[in-house]
């Protein structure tokens, strides 16, 4: 990053400690922007495809696109961010004008925004389309494929949406590896559910970017009221760059 000793040194030159930190902000600022702007052109490819939103209640809209702000949160504070797209979103949609109202600067975020479809922008055989329905599961990320999530919330839960969705781009799918790496906790309502909102998949390919472990992802971000955990034996402590944090 060419720009980083500029910033750095911007940071050394100031006097008094209130200018510190507002300096300090700012460079931090500044180094996440450029972060992101640099992961446009070689961070992993992942789409948010939304082209399923006619299927969802006003509140389903809502909570998706509160979802989104905290996936495009979790982004802005990663390491290595991913090059984000959300296709197939229209201006004149319920989504993006809950968006727009809901998510502060939501026309600023450093990701694309698109009427496209993930096929009109990249060839149908690196697509992975993630659904929790795939029989493969998921083993590594791969810079050459682009990874797609269904842009779903499950309230009035549509079974296999986004499985379907996929079979009619005709692509691969792919679920998460929650049987590989975790196992079925008994719970009072004995309740066990391997579906996560697209926010808390994100979070973990991120985690997975990070530590290259998929016990260390699922630990740190499968939701404990969902009914699964590691083994004890597998758990490991957290790496400090994958520790979870609060909302963006
Ligand atoms: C709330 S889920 C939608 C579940 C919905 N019933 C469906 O048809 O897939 C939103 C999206 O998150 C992703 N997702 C959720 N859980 C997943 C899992 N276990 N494995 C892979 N992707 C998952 C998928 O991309 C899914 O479309």
Same mark, same amino acid.
């Given at each position: &990053? /060419?720009?980083?000793?500029?910033?750095?040194?911007l940071?050394?030159?100031?006097d008094? @400690?209130?200018?510190?930190?507002?300096?300090?902000? +700012?460079?931090?600022?500044?180094i996440t /922007?450029?972060r992101?702007?640099e992961s446009?052109?070689?961070?992993? +490819?992942?789409?948010?495809?939304?082209s &399923?939103? @006619?299927? &969802?209640?006003d509140? =389903?809209?809502?909570?998706l696109?509160?979802? *989104?702000?905290?996936?495009?949160?979790?982004n802005?504070?990663?390491?290595?961010?991913? +090059?984000?797209?959300?296709?197939?979103l229209? $201006? @004149?949609s319920?989504?993006?004008? $809950?968006?727009?109202?809901?998510n502060d600067?939501?026309?600023?975020?450093?990701m $694309?925004?698109? $009427?496209?479809s993930?096929?009109?922008?990249?060839?149908?055989?690196?697509?992975?389309?993630?659904?929790?329905?795939a029989?493969?599961?998921?083993?590594?990320?791969?810079?050459? +494929?682009?990874?797609?999530?269904?842009g779903?919330?499950?309230?009035?839960?549509?079974? /296999?949406?986004? *499985?379907?969705?996929?079979?009619? *781009?005709?692509?691969r799918?792919?679920?998460? #590896?929650?049987? =590989?790496? &975790? !196992?079925?906790?008994?719970?009072s309502?004995?309740?066990?559910s391997?579906?996560?909102? !697209?926010? %808390?998949?994100?979070?973990?390919?991120?985690?997975?970017?990070?530590?290259?472990?998929?016990?260390?992802?699922? %630990?740190?971000?499968?939701?404990?009221? /969902?009914g699964?955990?590691?083994?004890?034996? @597998?758990?490991?402590?957290? #790496?400090?760059?994958?520790? #979870?944090?609060g909302?963006?």
């Amino acid at each position: &990053m /060419k720009s980083f000793l500029f910033y750095l040194l911007l940071f050394l030159h100031t006097d008094s @400690d209130s200018d510190h930190t507002q300096l300090s902000k +700012r460079v931090q600022k500044a180094i996440t /922007k450029e972060r992101l702007a640099e992961s446009q052109s070689t961070g992993l +490819r992942l789409c948010v495809d939304l082209s &399923m939103t @006619d299927f &969802m209640s006003d509140k =389903e809209i809502s909570r998706l696109a509160g979802q *989104l702000r905290r996936l495009y949160g979790s982004n802005k504070r990663a390491t290595h961010p991913f +090059r984000l797209i959300l296709t197939d979103l229209r $201006e @004149d949609s319920r989504l993006y004008r $809950e968006c727009v109202r809901m998510n502060d600067g939501f026309l600023n975020y450093l990701m $694309e925004i698109t $009427e496209q479809s993930c096929l009109d922008l990249f060839p149908a055989e690196t697509v992975v389309y993630l659904t929790p329905d795939a029989e493969e599961a998921l083993e590594t990320l791969d810079a050459d +494929r682009v990874y797609v999530l269904g842009g779903l919330v499950d309230e009035s839960i549509q079974k /296999k949406l986004s *499985l379907s969705r996929a079979g009619e *781009l005709s692509v691969r799918t792919a679920r998460l #590896p929650i049987d =590989e790496f &975790m !196992v079925k906790k008994n719970n009072s309502k004995n309740f066990h559910s391997k579906i996560l909102a !697209v926010n %808390q998949v994100f979070d973990i390919l991120l985690t997975f970017c990070e530590t290259s472990s998929w016990t260390h992802a699922l %630990q740190a971000w499968f939701p404990a009221s /969902k009914g699964y955990t590691i083994p004890a034996g @597998d758990s490991a402590p957290l #790496p400090a760059a994958a520790q #979870p944090q609060g909302d963006d």
